[in-house]
């Protein structure tokens, strides 16, 4: 098993029960909470809050693809130097980025991945919109071809940008759809789960 360490500034967000275990850690006396700071709640009555780590680390399985530990670099560093050192078949690889940012994805809540290619279309009253630019070219996503070329390149687009959710509407043909989960046109997905 490999664990991956990434130096780098952290940001991230804490509920109250995540910020009040925090701060009673061990790890208290290195984390910049905002603890005037609260954000939007995502549910309501849960108030959320943002911790900046300027000097952080991020602990990642790389068989689970999943965070193991996080906090103030110094911290981790030791933690994980003595382990390995303890532990047979760990191994342990640091990876510096202290000049960048990791944070959570950003989220997209609405977005029609057809109409990536009519982004800044001329914006005409919604009717005429609708007819002489969306429905044009939503229409040209009964080719499997065009369906699959297009999500490539608004998938590529969204994750580029640290977009790793979205709630994505695609056309009403079901070659959209495909080629949207599955990277290929129907006729193909057919074929190779026969």
């Known amino acids: 098993m490999t664990l991956h360490i990434y130096q780098a500034r952290l940001l991230h967000y804490l509920t109250e029960s995540d910020r009040t275990e925090r701060t009673t850690s061990n790890h208290s006396q290195t984390l910049a909470v905002?603890?005037?700071?609260?954000?939007?709640?995502?549910i309501e009555g849960i108030q959320v809050y943002s911790e900046y780590i300027v000097d952080g680390a991020l602990v990642v399985d790389d068989v689970t693809g999943c965070i193991v530990e996080y906090g103030h670099?110094?911290?981790?560093?030791?933690k994980y130097t003595n382990t390995s050192e303890q532990v047979d078949h760990l191994v342990v690889k640091v990876h510096d980025y202290r000049d960048k940012l990791i944070m959570p994805g950003f989220i997209d809540t609405h977005v029609h991945y057809p109409q990536i290619d009519m982004i800044a279309a001329y914006g005409e009253q919604l009717l005429d919109w609708l007819n002489n630019y969306t429905f044009v070219t939503e229409a040209n996503f009964g080719d499997p071809k065009?369906?699959?070329d297009t999500a490539q390149f608004f998938l590529n687009q969204?994750?580029?940008?640290?977009?790793?959710?979205a709630m994505v509407f695609s056309t009403s043909h079901p070659e959209s759809v495909n080629a949207f989960f599955y990277g290929k046109s129907q006729a193909q997905y057919s074929y190779d789960h026969r």
């Open 34 to 42: 905002e603890r005037d700071i609260t954000l939007l709640p995502v």
């Open 73 to 78: 670099n110094e911290t981790i560093s030791a």
């Open 158 to 165: 969204l994750l580029a940008n640290g977009t790793t959710s």
């Open 146 to 148: 065009v369906a699959h």
